[in-house]
């Protein structure tokens, strides 16, 4: 398989066949995420929307940490005033948009802090999963700010108001155990076995004809509004008719043999 590896700025992106790999990298701050960083992620996560050949992206941190939240010491001068504000969180809900509403399967890779902005993109993600190690919340009510409405939106999504309501109003820490119940994280792992869960997660995943995981996502999304569905949506749904890998996957599954899928 082609690799591909570049590092621009504090996010690491590899490209190892169908698998892109982001990883946030500033490990003197606990991956702690700056503008700059926020920006460069949702450049990437944009890219990698149109980008037919990608089948899975993940989302790690460099170490032992996800991330511990957003680099505190730029607020003092780049979120300084209201204009300031409204600009840098925007850049922060764009870049969270930008994963949730990614076409390919999402999955984060936590260990460790997974505080504040780390919290955010996990949310954001497709699938989540943690070892033991791991730490969730958002304790910014002690800092004296809230939650801009861009960034809990994913974050309400995953685990719903009374968790959202726990992390904010309560400045709740929860572990990996906690997590799990309340639909912060969907599996909990042991430390020394996160690498080999995700490998595995990542494995079922690609296995998968790439464009019904893409049809999936779309019908998650979907479903969600209340708006019923059209017809012509109805309609839709039976795309995969006249895809060849609907047909390669009934023909193997027939042939009791393991389908070799193309994404047409």
Same mark, same amino acid.
């Given at each position: 398989?082609?690799?591909?590896?570049?590092?621009?700025?504090?996010?690491?992106?590899?490209?190892?066949?169908?698998?892109?790999?982001?990883? !946030?990298?500033?490990?003197?701050?606990?991956?702690?995420?700056?503008?700059?960083?926020?920006? @460069?992620?949702?450049?990437?996560?944009?890219?990698?929307?149109?980008?037919?050949?990608?089948? #899975?992206?993940?989302?790690?941190?460099?170490?032992?940490?996800?991330?511990?939240? *957003?680099?505190?010491? @730029?607020?003092?001068? !780049?979120?300084?005033?209201?204009?300031?504000?409204?600009?840098?969180?925007?850049?922060?809900? #764009?870049?969270?948009?930008?994963?949730?509403?990614?076409?390919?399967?999402?999955?984060?890779?936590?260990?460790?802090? #997974?505080? *504040?902005?780390?919290?955010?993109?996990?949310? #954001?993600?497709?699938?989540?999963?943690?070892?033991?190690?791991?730490?969730?919340?958002?304790?910014?009510?002690?800092? *004296?700010?809230?939650?801009?409405?861009?960034?809990?939106?994913?974050? !309400?999504?995953?685990?719903?108001?009374?968790?959202?309501?726990?992390?904010?109003?309560?400045?709740?820490?929860?572990?990996?155990?906690?997590?799990?119940?309340?639909?912060?994280?969907?599996?909990?792992?042991?430390?020394?076995?996160?690498?080999?869960?995700?490998?595995?997660?990542?494995?079922?995943?690609?296995?998968?004809?790439?464009?019904?995981?893409?049809?999936?996502?779309?019908?998650?999304?979907?479903?969600?509004?209340?708006?019923?569905?059209?017809?012509?949506?109805?309609?839709?749904?039976?795309?995969? !008719?006249?895809?060849?890998?609907?047909?390669?996957?009934?023909?193997?599954?027939?042939?009791?043999?393991?389908?070799?899928?193309?994404?047409?």
């Amino acid at each position: 398989m082609q690799t591909h590896t570049r590092l621009s700025d504090k996010i690491l992106f590899a490209q190892e066949g169908a698998l892109a790999t982001l990883t !946030l990298s500033n490990p003197e701050k606990l991956n702690a995420i700056d503008l700059s960083m926020w920006r @460069e992620l949702r450049r990437l996560m944009e890219l990698l929307a149109k980008e037919e050949k990608t089948r #899975c992206v993940l989302i790690q941190g460099n170490g032992a940490h996800f991330a511990s939240g *957003g680099d505190l010491e @730029e607020f003092q001068y !780049l979120r300084a005033t209201l204009d300031q504000a409204l600009v840098y969180h925007e850049e922060v809900a #764009c870049a969270l948009t930008a994963i949730r509403h990614c076409p390919h399967p999402t999955l984060a890779k936590i260990r460790g802090a #997974c505080i *504040g902005g780390g919290l955010e993109i996990a949310a #954001c993600c497709d699938i989540r999963i943690c070892d033991a190690t791991a730490r969730f919340g958002a304790p910014i009510n002690k800092l *004296g700010f809230s939650m801009y409405p861009g960034e809990m939106a994913g974050l !309400l999504k995953a685990a719903g108001q009374s968790v959202v309501a726990e992390i904010l109003l309560e400045a709740r820490i929860m572990n990996a155990e906690e997590a799990a119940r309340k639909n912060l994280v969907s599996r909990v792992t042991s430390e020394e076995e996160l690498d080999t869960e995700v490998a595995a997660a990542i494995r079922r995943i690609m296995g998968g004809a790439p464009r019904v995981a893409v049809w999936h996502k779309h019908w998650m999304r979907r479903l969600q509004h209340d708006t019923p569905l059209s017809e012509e949506e109805k309609k839709s749904a039976f795309a995969f !008719l006249e895809s060849e890998d609907y047909k390669e996957g009934l023909r193997a599954f027939l042939e009791k043999r393991k389908p070799e899928f193309t994404g047409r």
